[in-house]
């Protein structure tokens, strides 16, 4: 009688077990089905199983987990591509368009030079000829300048993203950096009638940092501050840390301002620029790990820098 007692036991048992296996098998393939699907539509929907056993559980959740960081990175990546997409685009036209200019003035060089030999004993008309281009170079000369800044911008890109932070550090006081990036844009400045108000703390501010690189970050919102200052400037630098480059910009509104940072974006009122000026200090202070961001609010610019502490 205890045999028999015993072989049912064993016998339910294995009955539970199989049935444990079989729910096992089952949520085992509700994930790989859920999974496969996931991988292959673009949805925010995660792996969602009707198993309760705990370790099934903890293995969707752990899936789930990698969905989450797949699907971040999936959107980094063809964020870049649209990126990159539209700034082949504007490469391609922003180099485009100078050329062009460069080549049809050369050609009316060209027409220029050829007619002064054919007229050149009329009176005056070497003068002339003369005059018109001298214009034509100063036109070719000013493309010529863009060109340059445009490749220059570029070049100086590419070697910031390659890399992969900024090793020489140092002790900085950054309101001396600041002081000396200010007063190397005085003339800038004051062909912009823009007299800036400046307000650095007495206590010295020091924060371990690239000083070329901050110096390029102050050079490149000083240079933003020129091309759409109203005629004002305001300059601040905290004992915290923070530093605030404030003035009017009536020309912008909120779309443009919140699109200021995005890699070759140029508001169309800003003439030579190149649209990577901003990008180029958000990545530097990013590298740093500081912050930088930009605020719009009652026609004021606000382009705000958080020091690292």
């Known amino acids: 009688m205890w045999l028999w007692i015993l072989v049912g036991i064993m ?33 925010n929907t995660l792996i969602d199983i009707s198993s309760t056993d705990r370790y099934m559980c903890r293995l969707a959740n752990s899936l789930n987990l990698q969905l989450r960081k797949l ?10 591509n649209r990126e990159l997409q539209n700034a082949i685009t504007n490469i391609s ?20 030079e050829r007619t002064g030999r054919e007229e050149e004993e009329e009176a005056g008309r070497a003068e002339g000829n003369s005059s018109k281009a001298e214009q034509y170079l100063s036109i070719i000369r000013n493309r010529a300048e863009l060109l340059t800044q445009l490749t220059d911008e570029l070049f100086q890109y590419s070697m910031i993203l390659s890399a992969e932070n900024n090793k020489s550090v140092e002790p900085v006081n950054v309101g001396a950096v600041l002081e000396e990036s200010i007063a190397s844009f005085y003339t800038a400045l004051k062909e912009r009638n ?15 940092l690239n000083r070329s690189a901050l110096l390029r970050v102050f050079s490149n919102l000083l240079n933003n501050a020129i091309k759409y200052s109203d005629g004002d400037l305001e300059i601040t630098l905290s004992a915290a840390g923070t530093i605030i480059f404030a003035n009017t910009a009536s020309g ?36 740093m790990e500081g912050t930088i961001a930009a605020r719009y609010e009652n026609n004021r610019l606000y382009m705000i820098i958080g020091l690292p502490k």
């Open 11 to 43: 016998a339910v048992v294995i009955i539970l077990l199989l049935l444990k296996i079989y729910a096992l098998q089952s949520a085992a393939q509700e994930m790989e089905s859920a999974f496969a699907d996931r991988l292959s539509t673009n949805t």
């Open 71 to 80: 699907r971040e990175e999936r959107h980094r990546f063809e964020q870049g």
């Open 93 to 112: 036209h922003d180099l485009r368009t100078p050329l062009t200019a460069i080549c049809s003035y050369l050609d009316l060089l060209e027409v220029e």
């Open 194 to 208: 823009i007299e800036p108000v400046v307000q650095i703390p007495e206590e010295r501010v020091v924060r371990t």
């Open 252 to 287: 912008l509104n909120q779309v443009q301002v919140g699109k200021l940072f995005d890699r070759f974006y140029t508001v169309e009122a800003a003439r030579k620029s190149t649209g990577l000026g901003l990008s180029i200090a958000r990545t530097l202070m990013e590298q």
